[in-house]
């Protein structure tokens, strides 16, 4: 099970720092994702990071302002948002990979949390 959250309503320009707890597995043998959902559109892929936390991957929409990082003596996986902007608006999702590298494809990855709606203000 995982449990996303930390959303929130931010002005442009904010940060904002997501968590998924992790429970009911061996987090730590999994890879794990961020996908983001906005309003009327696709989930897309995020970020993504591997089980030993020192391997990352970036949508280019958000390289330089995220940092995905883990700690999995606490079972959970993080998101900082720095320099936010209005179209990072959506509903973000934390996700177990299910494929030896880090993939960026919704289907490589289950165990969906629910996800914590972040709104981004002009």
């Known amino acids: 099970q995982l449990q996303a959250y930390g959303g929130g309503l931010v002005q442009a320009g904010g940060s904002l720092r997501l968590s998924c707890a992790a429970s009911?597995?061996?987090?730590?043998?999994?890879?794990m994702g961020w996908f983001r959902q906005a309003p009327g559109a696709e989930r897309v892929f995020v970020a993504a990071?591997?089980?030993?936390?020192?391997?990352?991957y970036y949508a280019d929409s958000v390289k330089g302002r995220f940092t995905i990082s883990r700690d999995n003596a606490k079972n959970t996986v993080y998101l900082q948002m720095n320099s936010l902007k209005p179209e990072d608006t959506a509903v973000y999702y934390c996700?177990?990979?299910?494929?030896?590298?880090?993939?960026?494809?919704?289907?490589?990855?289950?165990?969906w949390g629910q996800g914590t709606r972040v709104t981004v203000s002009s």
């Open positions: 996700a177990t990979g299910t494929r030896p590298y880090l993939s960026s494809r919704n289907r490589e990855y289950d165990y």
């Open positions: 009911g597995r061996t987090f730590s043998n999994y890879h």
């Open positions: 990071i591997d089980w030993t936390g020192r391997n990352t």
